[in-house]
């Protein structure tokens, strides 16, 4: 049982966990907990760390946003007491969830469950502070913002769990956030190769990692509310899906203003410049997503990339120190954009779904900056003040919005 920052937001959630917990062991389960930060901590602490500098050392940004999720994994087992419940909270290094150490975005490598299923043994509820790990040199590192999901998914497979349930401040995966569009639908189950594609374009209801591992090991996640006792949604594989998904083409919209762009402008156009420009990039473990390059006039072109915000001011440190070897002129970055995409295993057997979406963006006047496919989703990159205009506009158009707002929502 995962409970995300705004089910453990107050001493009141927090208790409310607590009693949902200790319910599920009066069932008869075992129950293994994974809780976040509490609301606006994370966000709280890195803004600290920004105190002391544009580019804090990412060793100790780590050190810092781990202690969010100390303070509700003790509370939380505070909490169980109170109750006459048993429990005992455990860090990312006391149940050894060791990372790589590649600080602020970690990769698990491996989880000894033992310490977890001791607990259990004993009658007692094990609570785990997510989003933590720790490498072999033993350093306290980070899994990334949402990485309590990951870190639950991964526990569940670590120790065999039979379901890892994610509680969160919606009642499951929508069609689109419904946060942002009134209409989107409830979906019942979807397959972890759609999740994972929603998830690595924004829909930040689950982290990408989480879905990863969840489909590597086959990990039945259940998204639900940690407000009521609704079924939520079931993430499976694609043949335990309903006959009545496959109906729809485009399966979800997502958006994602995390991503910044830029262009470095008047590069030399000869071999091995690109690969210069990325190899430094990927060298400093800064990811790039969408990439554009021009087709020069003459001896010089314009790059284009996007990569996260976070990553952004070491990018630009970064293209600042490499810009002059590769003969760029100058680069301009702009972080008022949105990466909006539409997501369908449909799409597959299907023509004419990117044009439609570009006519869709078009008939709203939205101007499309940057565009990517693959088999099952598209993306463009458009201006930011546009978000609620284009995932309204392609939920409308793609016919996934909800027949009837007062109707329980159908898949
Ligand atoms: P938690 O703190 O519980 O981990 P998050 O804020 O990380 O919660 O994720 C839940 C949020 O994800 C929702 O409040 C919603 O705004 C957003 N979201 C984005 N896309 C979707 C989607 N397709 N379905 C459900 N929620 C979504
Ligand atoms: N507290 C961390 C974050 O805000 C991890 C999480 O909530 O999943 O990113
Ligand atoms: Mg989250």
């Known amino acids: 049982m995962k409970f995300g920052g705004t089910s453990v937001g107050n001493v009141d959630r927090i208790r409310n966990v607590a009693r949902r917990c200790l319910?599920?062991?009066?069932?008869?389960?075992?129950?293994?907990v994974i809780v976040s930060a509490m609301a606006g901590e994370t966000n709280?602490?890195?803004?600290?760390?920004?105190?002391?500098?544009?580019?804090?050392?990412?060793?100790?940004?780590?050190?810092?946003a781990a202690t969010g999720e100390q303070v509700t994994s003790a509370l939380t087992a505070m909490a169980i007491h109170q109750l006459g419940g048993q429990a005992r909270s455990l860090l990312g290094h006391q149940v050894r969830v060791v990372t790589d150490s590649a600080f602020t975005k970690a990769r698990i490598r491996t989880i000894d469950g033992s310490r977890i299923t001791e607990v259990n043994k004993q009658g007692a509820i094990a609570?785990?502070?997510?989003?933590?790990?720790?490498?072999?040199?033993?350093?306290i590192t980070t899994l990334?913002?949402?990485?309590?999901?990951?870190?639950?998914?991964?526990?569940?497979?670590?120790?065999?769990?039979?379901?890892?349930?994610?509680?969160?401040?919606?009642?499951?995966?929508?069609?689109?956030?419904?946060?942002?569009?009134?209409?989107?639908?409830?979906?019942?189950?979807?397959?972890?190769?759609?999740?994972?594609?929603?998830?690595?374009?924004?829909?930040?209801?689950?982290?990408?990692?989480?879905v990863e591992i969840a489909m590597k090991y086959g990990v039945p996640v259940h998204v639900r509310s940690s407000f009521s006792d609704a079924e939520g949604t079931l993430v499976t594989s694609e043949d335990k899906l309903d006959r009545d998904m496959e109906r729809l083409v485009v399966a979800g919209v997502a958006y994602d203003k995390n991503e910044a762009k830029v262009t470095l402008r008047e590069v030399q156009d000869t071999p091995g410049v690109v690969a210069r420009i990325f190899g430094a990039l990927a060298d400093k473990n800064i990811s790039v997503d969408m990439i554009i390059q021009n087709v020069s006039s003459g001896a010089a072109t314009d790059v284009t990339f996007t990569v996260a915000k976070a990553d952004l001011p070491r990018a630009k440190a970064l293209i600042a120190e490499i810009g002059p070897a590769v003969g760029m002129k100058d680069f301009v970055v702009d972080d008022s954009i949105v990466?909006?995409?539409?997501?369908?295993?449909?799409?597959?057997?299907?023509?004419?779904?990117?044009?439609k979406m570009f006519s869709l963006l078009a008939g709203e006047g939205i101007n499309i900056q940057a565009i990517s496919t693959s088999e099952i989703k598209v993306s463009c990159i458009v201006a930011a003040k546009y978000t609620e205009l284009a995932v309204r506009a392609l939920h409308t158009g793609f016919g996934l919005d909800r027949k009837d707002v007062h109707e329980e929502p159908a898949t």
Request: glycine letters at 12%; aromatic letters at 4%.
């Open 23 to 32: 319910a599920t062991q009066a069932a008869g389960h075992d129950v293994v």
């Open 44 to 64: 709280r602490l890195l803004g600290l760390a920004h105190e002391f500098g544009e580019i804090p050392d990412a060793r100790e940004m780590d050190a810092l």
């Open 127 to 139: 609570v785990v502070a997510g989003f933590q790990g720790v490498d072999d040199a033993g350093n």
């Open 144 to 210: 990334g913002r949402g990485g309590s999901d990951t870190s639950a998914v991964a526990i569940a497979a670590a120790i065999g769990a039979d379901v890892c349930e994610i509680f969160t401040d919606v009642d499951g995966v929508y069609t689109t956030d419904p946060n942002v569009c009134p209409l989107a639908r409830k979906i019942n189950k979807i397959s972890y190769e759609e999740m994972l594609e929603l998830a690595s374009l924004g829909a930040k209801v689950l982290q990408i990692r989480s």
């Open 339 to 355: 990466k909006v995409s539409i997501v369908g295993v449909g799409m597959r057997s299907h023509a004419g779904i990117a044009a």
